[in-house]
């Protein structure tokens, strides 16, 4: 008896292990993410305030594509997450 429910006690510690490091690998890959758009929306800035009037109307879309591909990675990333930590 007693061997079982140490067993069952190893297994559930291994099991909440396995969710924490999924958890942080999962906020690792945001954090990344985000530090590798930050540089494009910066040199954007940037280049607005050095051009002219319709060459910013095109660069503000495409910082909106961005911006609106960075959301959809983010929120991908967290249905990810947490459908691996529902899933164990």
Not at 5 to 30: A, E, F, G, I, V
Not at 37 to 59: G, K, S
Request: charged content about 10%; overall charge positive; some cysteine.
């Amino acid at each position: 008896m007693q061997q079982q429910q140490q067993q069952q006690q190893q297994q559930q510690q291994q099991q909440q292990q396995q969710q924490q490091q999924q958890q942080q690998r999962c906020l690792l890959q945001r954090l990344q993410l985000k530090q590798q758009l930050l540089p494009a929306q910066q040199q954007q800035q940037q280049q607005q305030q050095q051009q002219q009037q319709q060459q910013q109307q095109q660069q503000q879309q495409h910082g909106e594509g961005l911006a609106l591909m960075l959301r959809y990675l983010q929120l991908s990333n967290t249905l990810e997450c947490v459908f691996i930590a529902s899933s164990r």
